[in-house]
């Protein structure tokens, strides 16, 4: 159990060039993509855990619409 700095050095450590950033790991860790662990103010994580969710991807890619010019784009709720 790290902090997302931690487990950015644990990335690096193993890959020194590694284009996984901490603001990467802390967008990861604040829409719950990856189990958190509240300790105090601090937010621990798994190290493996981050590592096997970049390793399989996003199984939600978000999808972005074409917008075309001179049209009304749908609202969407």
């Known amino acids: 159990m ?7 050095n644990v990335i690096k450590e193993q890959d020194p060039h590694t284009e996984v950033t901490l603001h990467y790991i ?14 105090g103010r601090k937010k621990l994580v798994d190290a493996d855990a981050v590592m096997a969710y970049i390793a399989a991807g996003d199984p939600h890619p978000a999808t972005q619409a074409i917008e075309q010019p001179g049209q009304i784009r749908r609202v969407t709720v």
Do not use: F, Y
């Open 26 to 39: 802390r967008n990861l860790i604040k829409t719950g993509k990856v189990p958190v662990t509240p300790v």
């Open 2 to 8: 790290r902090t997302a700095a931690g487990v950015l």
